[in-house]
């Protein structure tokens, strides 16, 4: 008896074993095709948070199975006869099976949550953000808030609902942001009338920009392409056009837009918002009430408003 009990138990064992060990090797499989779900790496802040990510699906994969792995065991051998109508053998007490289910999900938030502070602070190392009350009368000097920030800045603008970035150094303004390769950039962001968000999925980082306050933002684009900035708040009826074109390019590229930038007149930017508004106007429909979008702001690149290629 006691023999055939220990083959029994050694049997088990050794089939937990044999399914743990596929569970980890699927659970890493999936853990890198994550990486595919994402868009393209373009900034030194995306493998960062990509890593964050593959580890997360790794876990959650390995849980998610497990449990259902169970759930089929008990479900195909461990069923009551036809017709058995009694109730189950009352187990209770199982210290051993208490520590356990105590003990591996502590782990496993534990483990999510370091991982997750050891990106947040290498993200703050990367590109630290800073809030300040624009009412500051230090911040606003020579016309552009936050002038003491190092001169590569980009002051970037939102309202509703269009966008639009300010190259103080260059005197450069557009409704399409050019960013150099491989290069820090300072952004400071205001908002002119709601909350909205400062959102490029290729750069995996997102600002929520407050009224009142100017954010800093720092990253560094590491991937030369065309890209889309969003809107990631909800702030009103043209929400989804409140888009823009993000171009990362090479350096002398970069210095050759400023410099045929800066030659250009001002004229009104891209503003989808403005456009539709119009339009909407002159059919004579009313439709619901919304807010008159903001003027078109003036630039000197009005820049394109078209899918991007790389994500």
Not at 237 to 257: H, K, L, P, R
């Amino acid at each position: 008896m006691n023999s055939s009990s220990t083959r029994i138990n050694y049997s088990a064992l050794a089939l937990v074993s044999a399914w743990t060990g596929v569970l980890v090797v699927f659970s890493f499989w999936m853990s890198r095709q994550a990486y595919h779900w994402l868009p393209v790496q373009a900034s030194t802040a995306a493998p960062l948070v990509d890593g964050l990510f593959s580890f997360e699906t790794a876990l959650a994969t390995f849980v998610f199975f497990g449990v259902i792995s169970v759930m089929a065991w008990v479900v195909i051998f461990n069923r009551a006869e036809k017709y058995d109508m009694s109730d189950a053998e009352p187990i209770e007490g199982n210290t051993r099976l208490e520590i356990i289910w105590t003990v591996i999900p502590a782990l496993i938030v534990f483990g999510i949550a370091f991982y997750s502070v050891r990106v947040n602070q290498k993200l703050a190392v990367l590109g630290p953000m800073e809030h300040i009350h624009r009412g500051d009368p230090i911040e606003e000097v020579g016309g552009f808030l936050g002038d003491r920030l190092p001169a590569e800045q980009v002051e970037v603008t939102a309202r509703q609902w269009s966008w639009q970035f300010n190259y103080p150094a260059a005197k450069v303004s557009s409704t399409e942001l050019h960013l150099p390769v491989d290069k820090p950039v300072t952004f400071r962001l205001v908002s002119e009338d709601v909350i909205h968000g400062f959102y490029v999925p290729a750069f995996r980082l997102k600002q929520d920009i407050i009224p009142g306050r100017a954010i800093n933002l720092n990253l560094t684009p590491t991937r030369e392409g065309r890209y889309r900035l969003r809107d990631s708040m909800y702030s009103g009826t043209w929400f989804s056009t409140n888009q823009a074109d993000v171009v990362v390019e090479s350096e002398a590229e970069y210095n050759s837009w400023l410099q045929q930038a800066a030659s250009q007149p001002l004229q009104p930017g891209l503003s989808d918002a403005v456009a539709e508004y119009k339009q909407r106007q002159a059919e004579g429909a009313r439709g619901w009430p919304t807010v008159v979008p903001a003027p078109a702001p003036m630039v000197n690149v009005p820049g394109s408003n078209q899918l991007p290629h790389n994500g």
